[in-house]
């Protein structure tokens, strides 16, 4: 159980009032002079906020001191004798000697001003782990505390009542704030608005001045007190500072210095910020701090820096250092002696030496930028002048945009001279000579960087050569209207609307031409066209080369793909196309055109390609190969060239009109005479072939010639000398040659096979060496048999007329024999229609009606041997006379019938009718 202590408290000093309650010691009291209010400081050092707190602890069963040593106590503030709220507590470990002990209370957790405030306190001690002591003890008031009760407390008041309660005095009389007896505040009555002056004693109101206000500062020194010479003026510190023009009367309102040293704002509604030696003598002029700065026109307004003017109305420098504003609503935003003057607008954003003097210009920053013409503007860099209406540079060095519109991105040295003249940027190409800078001598020209490039032709008019744009690159001229260089080197467009798009050395000189890349290439003619290449030249109107080295297309509307010199130690083994309309695809020294002075002699020439190609006439066409020759209009060469290299003779011609070689080597198309009288010959291939007959063709193979109009030679050493001649040849090296006009002519010692079908089963056969057509008569290949009657056969053949004729198409002189196809077929009906009788068809008909006579030979044998054994003639049977038959008897009929029926038939029985002849005469 823990021992009950009693502390009995010897209050020596308690002296809450003089913590938290003004008192005489130290408090604020009334100054014998009036009107001035003092705070007495000198001698009364600063209230501490503790409380002096002494007691003495016993033991209760004893009532003697405890035994002196360390104990833990508990200080508590409470606003009720007890319970209530607690209001501030501390612990702190007390000594103890003969059971007394001494502590300054708020020396562990500091009292603050509001523990005490309102209704009265009760101190509660609590000694280690035993209960609170009772009953709690309350605060007294010192003596001195009474007078506090009337005063201002430092910490603010309560209950106040407007009007009634105050500080300060209820006469006209000015009243002044003392501190260590020198005067700090100074409130001037006045019945409009009163005056405050704050600060140095010398720090003054015009008299007269009213509102106006100096919020404190000024010093001993001439002229380093604080003045305000004009109503509603103030100047809220600093040393020397002035609000108002001190010129007598007090009409200059408004003005204000809010600190700094030796500044004025002289200007009705003026203002100076701060800094030193600033002034604002114009009205509503405004200088925000630096030093030495002056905004001496109206609403002018320097922001800061040192020795900045703002001199015209409405101008504005930001801030830096010797900047001016000189024109109305102009504007320096800092920098470095940088000038915005001129009819107004004017703008320098920065930088140094730099003037804007154009209405409305504008330099961004940079260094000895100059924008002097209306509505100018230099973004930056060093040494750029804008001096075209309009001109624009946005940065670079030592540019020049001297025409109206002009504008120049950046880039060195360059020079935009004509209205609405453009350059990107770039500059010299040779650092140390200022002429090799880019350049636009004529209207809207364009120039997108790069060095010593010029849009324009530079005679001095800025009108002969608008609109013309060099993209960039080095030494590039663009001096064609409207014409364009899009970069490369020492590339020259002359022609009105003519582009070089890169490469280096090349010149479009004809209006509209284009030369897209390459070197050394040049376009002459209207919209000519080089693609690219080396040493190209499109010199007719809308002729075109599309790359390749040394091509020439002279003529109008001239082509040449590519390719170039075929030697290149030879210019003149490149391509040429010297008519209109002519066009080389490729390879090297091919020419499509007569190479004459005139480009018309020869046009819609083309050569494909190859090499030492020749296509001289209109309309002559060579696909490729070599040393290839069209003389002839409309002439073609599809290829192929030299059957011996080297040897141009042994090369492919077209000598005629309308002619064509498809290829090979050798080959000819035309009799080589007059272009016009061997027209439309062709020879497909092959090679050492000729087709020198009007219309003749020679498909291909090897030295056939086919000489006759509309003659056809083919295969190995075949001659086609008449027209309309037909001779195919086997590979036999011997010639085979016509015989006579339209003649169809077939060497073919393997021998001869024609088939009907598809299948190859049915057709004739001419077997090598043979001279007679074999027929394909397999029973494999027929079908749907029927037996025949040979007697009734027999009977249709005998009632069909045979007669003697000639074929219409033949001289009537030459005579045949045999029946017509519409009576054969009208007995037979066999065969495909009506007009035709094949030769199976009537061998058919000729064996049947054979096999009939056989049977009725023999039936008459039959009867003759009967009559035989009876003793009885044949002819005497039969009652005739002998010598009518002329035979000697049946052997002599037999043999008249068969004469007759061999002659009736074709070739192709006779063998069988020979045949049963024999057999007939050994059975008899």
Sequence with gaps: MTTERTIIAILVAFIIGVMFTATPVGGAVVDPVKGVLRISSAGSPAPVELVNFQGLITDPGTGEPIADNIYSVRFSVWDAAAAGTEKWNETQNVTTSDGLFSVLLGSVTPITATVFEGSPRYLEVKVGADPAMTPRQQFATVAYAFHAVNAWSLGGNS????????????????????????????????????????????????????????????????????????????????????????????????????????????????????????????????????????????????????????????????????????????????????????????????????????????????????????????????????????????????????????????????????????????????????????????????????????????????????????????????????????????????????????????????????????????????????????????????????????????????????????????????????????????????????????????????????????????????????????????????GGGESVPGSAATANRVTDNYGTVGGGGNNQAGDGGVATDRRYATVGGGQSNTASGQQSTVPGGFDNTASGAFSFAAGRSASATHAGSFVWADDTAATIASTAVDQFTVRASGGTRIFSNSTSTVGVNLPAGGNAWAVISDRNVKANFAEVDGRDVLDQLASIPIDTWNLTSQDESIRHIGPVAQDFYAAFEVGEDNTHITTSDADGVALASIQALYDLVQEQEAQIAALKGEGVAPAEAAGADPAATGSDGPDGLFYGLLLALVLALPASAVAIVLGRKALLQARS
């Design 159 to 638: 209950g106040t009542t407007a009007g009634t309660d105050i500080v300060g005095t209820t006469d006209n009389q000015a009243l002044e704030l003392q501190v260590n007896s020198n005067r700090a505040l100074r409130l001037e009555p006045n019945a409009t608005s009163p005056n405050v002056l704050g600060g140095y004693s010398g720090n003054s109101v015009t008299s007269g001045a009213f509102g106006a206000a100096i919020g404190g500062g000024g010093s001993v020194g001439v002229g380093n007190a604080n003045s305000v010479t004009d109503d509603y003026s103030t100047v809220g510190g600093g040393v020397g500072n002035q609000a108002g023009d001190n010129a007598g009367i007090t009409e200059e309102l408004y003005a204000t210095v809010a600190g700094g040293n030796h500044n004025a704002a002289s200007g009705h509604s003026s203002s100076v910020g701060g800094g030193g030696i600033n002034i604002a003598s114009a009205s509503g002029s405004t200088v925000g701090g630096g030093n030495s700065n002056n905004a001496t026109a109206d609403r002018a307004t320097v922001g800061g820096g040192i020795s900045n003017t703002a001199s015209g109305a409405d101008s504005t420098v930001g801030g830096g250092d010797l900047n001016t504003a000189s024109a109305s609503w102009s504007t320096v935003g800092g920098g470095f002696e940088n000038t915005a003057s001129g009819l107004g607008v004017a703008t320098v954003g920065g930088g140094a030496e730099n003037t804007a003097s154009g209405l409305g210009a504008t330099i961004g920053g940079g260094r000895n930028n100059t924008a002097n013409k209306v509505d100018t503007t230099v973004g930056g860099g060093y040494g750029n002048t804008a001096s075209g209406i309009e001109a624009t540079v946005g940065g670079g060095d030592d540019n020049t945009a001297s025409g109206d519109l002009s504008a120049i991105g950046g880039g060195y040295s360059n020079a935009a001279s004509a209205t609405l003249a453009t350059i990107g940027g770039g500059g010299r190409s040779d650092p140390g000579n200022a002429a090799t800078a880019n350049t636009v001598t004529d209207d809207y020209g364009t120039v997108g960087g790069g060095g010593n490039n010029q849009a324009g032709d530079a005679t001095g008019a800025t009108t002969t050569a608008t609109y013309a744009t060099v993209g960039g690159g080095e030494a590039n001229r663009a001096s064609g209207s409207q014409s364009t260089v899009g970069g490369g080197l020492i590339n020259w467009a002359s022609g009105s609307q003519s582009t070089v798009g890169g490469g280096a050395n090349n010149t479009a000189d004809g209006n509209y031409s284009t030369i897209s890349g390459g070197e050394v290439n040049g376009t002459s003619g209207l919209y000519s066209f080089v693609g690219g290449g080396s040493a190209n030249d499109s010199i007719g109107d809308f002729s075109t080369v599309g790359g390749g080295y040394t091509n020439q297309a002279t003529g109008d509307y001239a082509t040449i793909a590519g390719g170039g010199r075929s030697d290149g130690g030879i210019p003149s083994s490149a391509n040429r196309v010297t008519d209109n309309y002519g066009t080389v695809g490729g390879g090297g020294d091919n020419q499509a055109g007569d190479g004459t002075a005139s480009t018309i002699n020869a046009p819609y020439a083309t050569v494909g390609g190859g090499r030492n190609n020749d296509a001289t006439l209109s309309y002559a066409t060579i696909g490729g190969g070599r040393s290839n020759d069209v003389d002839g209009e409309y002439g073609t060469i599809g």
